[in-house]
């Protein structure tokens, strides 16, 4: 059974840093493209990094550039999302997910994602 599994997550104080893994089972990871997408409360989701599986390209939201870094780990099938200098508004759950679609667009065409990791930031 393909499936997707996130931990890491937590409450951290503004300007810490969290590493949030994704373990695959089965071949969940093996899609185009993978990623890191959010949601907070009362807001639509919002793609955060995801990478061309072919290529190994990343992409990243201009409000985490130079913050995050997404990175894949094949040997332990695992997706990783390493976040710096957080800030209260990266408060969210955050999912991670696989699909067809490399892009800007990449959330059109998902196949999996898990149930998703709490991140909160607050002193």
């Known amino acids: 059974q393909e499936q997707l599994v996130e931990s890491g997550g937590g409450l951290v104080q503004p300007g810490g840093s969290l590493r949030l893994s994704c373990t695959a089972s089965?071949?969940?990871?093996?899609?185009?493209?993978i990623g890191w997408f959010r949601q907070a409360p009362g807001k639509e989701r919002e793609g955060v990094s995801c990478?061309?599986?072919?290529?190994?390209?990343?992409l990243y939201t201009d409000s985490v550039k130079g913050r995050f870094t997404i990175s894949r780990d094949h040997a332990k099938n695992t997706l990783y999302l390493q976040m710096n200098s957080l800030k209260p508004e990266d408060t969210a759950v955050y999912y991670c997910a696989s699909g067809y679609t490399f892009g800007s667009n990449w959330m059109s065409d998902l196949v999996h994602w898990g149930q998703g990791t709490q991140v909160t930031v607050s002193s």
């Open positions: 990478i061309d599986s072919k290529d190994g390209i990343t």
């Open positions: 089965g071949s969940a990871l093996d899609y185009y493209a």
